[in-house]
């Protein structure tokens, strides 16, 4: 496995840097100070297994950093380590398809267990973070039977909105309209009974949304339809088995 760590604080980075150098498996972490730095190391080895991103970077907006590289390295789960804990900035981070947020006064331990639960394909929603995105969602009911409900473009879709994929790029993936996911990802949320990406990543880590998910593999894609309104309906389609 390997890690870039983006953080402008020598110091938190080289103590991250060590926790990561001890988990098993590891052969590099990597230590850059700057987005642009990042990127240039992402462009060179697109194959690192994760990349933890401080939001607070002199000279760079950090949620600016985040939207650049979900969009341009999808495949590569972002987990923020911040030392800002306002509910509005942990939401954001989910919104914009980070696959973990953790507070710089948690453990390093506490870390590290964060960073297996994402590469087991999960998102971590620490306690802090569940409390933020809303309390009714651990008493929520969802089970199999929602799963089932699922249409097939509605479970494709799913499965890249928890994987933090960004609306453009789910719909190059998909080759669908970005207004076609987003009508999707509304339906999705209705279902789930949430208002955004962000309580949804919060009720799957809660609920057990990812062994649902993965007891049904992910179909093939349906052929293209254009947004709502526009010939067949997108929302329609083949329930699930």
Do not use: W
């Amino acid at each position: 496995m390997q890690f870039l760590i983006v953080e402008d604080h020598y110091v938190v980075a080289e103590a991250v840097a060590n926790a990561l150098n001890a988990m098993p498996r590891v052969s590099a972490v990597d230590h850059v100070a700057t987005v642009d730095a990042a990127l240039a190391h992402l462009n060179a080895n697109p194959g690192y297994s994760m990349i933890v991103l401080d939001l607070q970077l002199d000279g760079t907006s950090g949620f600016d950093a985040l939207d650049m590289l979900r969009e341009r390295f999808p495949q590569i789960p972002v987990m923020v380590f911040s030392a800002d804990h306002s509910r509005e900035t942990i939401v954001r981070v989910y919104e914009q398809g980070a696959r973990g947020y953790l507070s710089k006064q948690s453990r390093m331990a506490e870390l590290i267990g964060a960073i297996e639960i994402v590469l087991r394909g999960e998102n971590f929603v620490s306690q802090k973070a569940a409390e933020c995105l809303g309390p009714h969602i651990a008493q929520s009911d969802l089970g199999p039977e929602t799963i089932r409900r699922l249409s097939t473009r509605q479970g494709q879709i799913l499965r890249r909105l928890l994987r933090g994929e960004p609306n453009k790029v789910i719909a190059r993936e998909l080759d669908i309209a970005v207004g076609t996911v987003k009508a999707h990802a509304n339906s999705i949320y209705t279902m789930f009974s949430v208002h955004n990406r962000a309580e949804l990543v919060a009720r799957a880590g809660v609920r057990g949304l990812y062994g649902l998910l993965a007891s049904k593999p992910p179909a093939a894609s349906p052929p293209r339809h254009e947004d709502a309104g526009e010939g067949e309906d997108p929302l329609a389609g083949t329930a699930t088995a």
